[in-house]
């Protein structure tokens, strides 16, 4: 199984610029979702999705977008990016929301110069 | 959610038990607490959970105060491997991350 994977692993954007950072998972898990995390900080919760066609916002999502069309992809759009917007990426998936395990991928570095 | 307390940074020598307090003293009767570790830059990684009593799995315990207001995760022998930044998360719904313990063994 590889679990969660994200694409591409680095990434530099020019100010305007769209992109979409890729998250698949293999686990058949129902419950999506994408945070950022900035230099010394915790993780935030950007969007997530409870199931294919679901999607809800989470604490930071101004300037980006996601939709989910299948249960393994739930890939995040950042519609026109800002250096406000550079930072580590992780996708994540779970059985459901709330109390349960949560599988990480292993990020996606974003700079916006 | 409720919201969790922890020390910026602690550290430990190698072969030592470590022991990460978190305080979440509004913690709600239906909110489990959660561990996770964050090592270098890499994704979080799961290590226990529990809601009203102690826990134990491989790799680490989690004791839980009687009134559930605070928690402490213990790393039994840690390695060098363990140096990493420890997040305790209060859950109900969605997971909401603090800054952490940033542990430090040494040797």
């Known amino acids: 199984n590889a679990g969660v994977t994200q694409t591409p692993k680095f990434q530099v954007l020019k100010t305007g610029q769209s992109m979409t950072l890729q998250c698949a998972q293999d686990?058949?898990?129902?419950?999506m979702s994408w945070y950022r995390q900035d230099p010394g900080m915790g993780l935030r919760l950007i969007h997530y999705?409870?199931?294919?066609?679901i999607t809800d916002q989470g604490e930071v999502p101004n300037g980006y977008n996601v939709s989910r069309s299948t249960t393994e992809d739930f890939p995040l759009r950042l519609l026109s990016a800002a250096p406000s917007q550079t930072s580590v990426y992780f996708c994540?998936?779970?059985w459901g929301r709330g109390p349960t395990e949560a599988f990480f991928g292993q990020g996606t570095r974003l700079t916006v110069v | 959610d409720a919201k969790t307390t922890q020390p910026p940074s602690m550290d430990c020598a190698e072969g030592r038990a470590a022991n990460l307090p978190c305080n979440h003293s509004?913690?709600?009767?239906?909110?489990?607490v959660y561990w996770y570790r964050q090592i270098h830059s890499q994704g979080p990684q799961y290590i226990i959970h529990?809601?009203?009593n102690n826990e134990t799995n491989e790799m680490a315990s989690l004791i839980i105060t009687e009134d559930r207001k605070s928690s402490t995760l213990i790393l039994p022998h840690a390695t060098l491997r363990d140096t990493a930044v420890y997040y305790c998360i209060v859950i109900a719904d969605d997971m909401r991350f603090g800054a952490g313990t940033r542990l430090t063994v040494k040797p």
């Open positions: 509004t913690i709600s009767g239906n909110e489990y």
């Open positions: 999705s409870v199931g294919a066609g």
């Open positions: 529990g809601l009203k």
């Open positions: 994540a998936s779970s």
């Open positions: 686990m058949n898990h129902e419950y």
